[in-house]
């Protein structure tokens, strides 16, 4: 695929929804990478707002390793508590804009991080909510990122649902009581871009990456994937825009994250 590969550009189609001067919630993980790869092209005026009571208002050189870390200190425009970010902030309505990391999220985007297979006798524990229920219960504008490629990333329905998505699709989010102007936006993944149906609640193809396959792309998910009357094909990454992003996933892996395609 180019001089690029499909993982980054799912980190630069996420950094290019954030506009400057947003103020956005930032989720752990991949959004960290994304917004810090918007900060530096073209949005240094953003508030990056994290689950640990910080609001990151200047590029902090070295990668946090978690939206809590101290090396976030000298970087933030509010330094409060998981109870101002995520109910002052989030819950009050001032962000416009969320970005959550998706380790598995099915057809209605709801995602687990909390346990595969059932929930009493599970296969594997994994890391827990934090404050991804709170993002999917009350984000005005959710952008889910997924490095995942295969169908045990995207089944059809997820073993436990750590993060509300459009619950059984269709009016189920609201009948649930969750607010009529909050739920998922899109998934952006490694695979290609997916948004909701308005009816539905279902995830379908949107776009995908230069010389990307459409059937490939259906037999990666665990459901019977709807694809858009127009698939879009997104623009390939200029130089500037690549080299930014890797750069960032330098500083990351520096700071032992795990960097899907590298050894």
């Not at 870390?69 to 804009?97: K, M, N, R, V, W």
């Not at 504008?141 to 995942?148: A, P, Q, T, Y």
Request: aromatic fraction near 10%; include cysteine.
């Amino acid at each position: 695929m180019g001089n690029f590969t499909p993982f980054e550009m799912m980190i630069l189609t996420a950094a290019k929804q954030i506009k400057n001067g947003d103020a956005l919630f930032v989720g752990f993980h991949w959004p960290m990478v994304a917004s810090r790869v918007a900060r530096r092209l073209h949005a240094p005026d953003i508030y990056c707002v994290y689950e640990g009571g910080g609001v990151e208002r200047t590029y902090c050189p070295v990668m946090p390793n978690t939206g809590a870390d101290l090396i976030l200190s000298p970087h933030l425009a509010y330094a409060g508590e998981t109870y101002d970010t995520l109910c002052g902030f989030l819950a009050a309505g001032h962000l416009p804009l969320s970005m959550i990391d998706a380790p598995m999220v099915d057809r209605y985007g709801n995602i687990n991080s909390t346990c595969i297979g059932p929930y009493r006798q599970p296969q594997a524990r994994l890391a827990g909510s934090g404050g991804a229920a709170d993002l999917g219960a009350n984000s005005r504008k959710l952008i889910m990122l997924s490095d995942r490629t295969t169908r045990d990333g995207f089944p059809a329905r997820v073993d436990y649902v750590t993060t509300p998505g459009y619950l059984d699709g269709f009016d189920s989010r609201m009948k649930a009581g969750f607010r009529p102007d909050t739920g998922p936006e899109m998934i952006i993944s490694s695979l290609g871009v997916f948004k909701f149906d308005p009816v539905s609640k279902e995830a379908y193809l949107w776009g995908i990456y230069p010389q990307a396959d459409v059937k490939k792309v259906k037999d990666s998910v665990g459901w019977e994937l709807k694809v858009a009357e127009r698939v879009e094909i997104l623009p390939a990454p200029k130089a500037k825009e690549i080299k930014v992003v890797r750069e960032e996933l330098d500083i990351a892996e520096s700071r032992l994250w795990k960097i899907p395609g590298r050894k």
